[in-house]
């Protein structure tokens, strides 16, 4: 999401209920297991570990629940036949949606993803109908409370190679090459500036505004998407308001 519902989807997150935090557990426990298993147990030499660990923080993920999931990696055969898989689709209105996948069937990943778009007013696609208005890129969340002087965050990021800097509401969102991510992680700390959130996403190249009843459709569709098991992450370019 961009803007500002992409921080109102993080705070929501946040704070979700129960059982919708324990499928955010249970993706993230996955994503680190899997990122043990590809590239060892040492974030230093393993993006795709370093990334799944921050993550787990943004998300206020247990360090029981984290060192188990490295261990898992560190160890035999559970998830060694998780596949992974890219679908897209289009949600109200012609808004795009890209799917991170992570199954152990994907003829049942299939069948139930395209019945969540059919539900909820959606169409499953085919391979490349939308990927194209995405971009891959290393976005930073930093709120205003933890950092409050906006030159001189700008002038810290844009130094160690971000593209884009932007005021929103009561967060600083900082966009980058993928390539970059480790220097500007590293300038932030070196200030010793937290960050809510620092991810390699799928960028929209622009977006699509809902209102109403189509807003309120998008949201149970990306929820319902969430919800599922094997969804690991729902990229889309639809922006609203957070009401």
Known sequence: MSGHSKWANIK???????????????????????????????????????????????????KDNIQRAIQKGLGAAEGSNYEELTYEGYGPAGSAIMLDILTDN??????????????????????????WMFKQKAVF??????????????????????EDFKAEDDVFEITADPADYDAIEAALGEKGIETASAEITMVPDTTVKLEGKDAEKMQNLIDALEENDDVQNVYSNYEFDEE
Not at 115 to 124: A, Q
Not at 153 to 162: F, K
């Open 106 to 131: 994907r003829n049942r990943s299939a069948a139930d993803v395209r019945h969540i778009f059919s539900k909820y007013g959606g169409n499953l696609g085919e391979t490349g109908c939308v990927g």
């Open 141 to 162: 969340i930093v709120e205003k409370e933890t950092f409050e002087d906006e030159d001189e965050l700008m002038g810290i990021v844009l130094d160690a190679g971000a």
């Open 12 to 62: 929501r997150k946040k704070g979700a209920n129960d059982a919708i935090r324990g499928k955010i557990t249970t993706k993230i426990g996955r994503e680190i297991t899997i990122a043990v298993r590809m590239g060892g147990g040492d974030p230093t030499g393993n993006m795709r570990l370093k990334l799944a660990l921050s993550k787990a923080k943004a998300n206020n993920i247990p």
